[in-house]
């Protein structure tokens, strides 16, 4: 399932326009977003949370060259799973 099918199931669970559901995914994965860029989590019990992980300095190898290179330090986007989705998607 992509964004635009994402939005179009939405929209229709709640009874709205596919554009209208458009909105409130895009209003959901900038929120998400803006909270990770400021520092924070999103909580959403029964789904799972949205975190920064913090990847340190370190070495790496370029797979061309076999060279030794400086990896800067770094931060990523992290989404653990709740309990109540993993029984979902594992029954």
Known sequence: MNKSELA???????GMTKA???EVVN????????ALAAGGDVRIP???SF?????AA??????RTGELVDRPASKRPK???GKSFKDCVNN
């Open 51 to 55: 975190s920064v992980a913090h990847r």
């Open 27 to 34: 209003a959901f994965v900038g929120a998400v977003e803006e």
């Open 79 to 81: 989404f653990k799973a």
């Open 8 to 14: 179009e199931a939405v929209a229709a669970k709640v």
């Open 46 to 48: 029964g789904f799972g």
């Open 20 to 22: 209208q559901g458009i």
């Open 58 to 63: 370190g070495k790496a190898r370029n797979p």
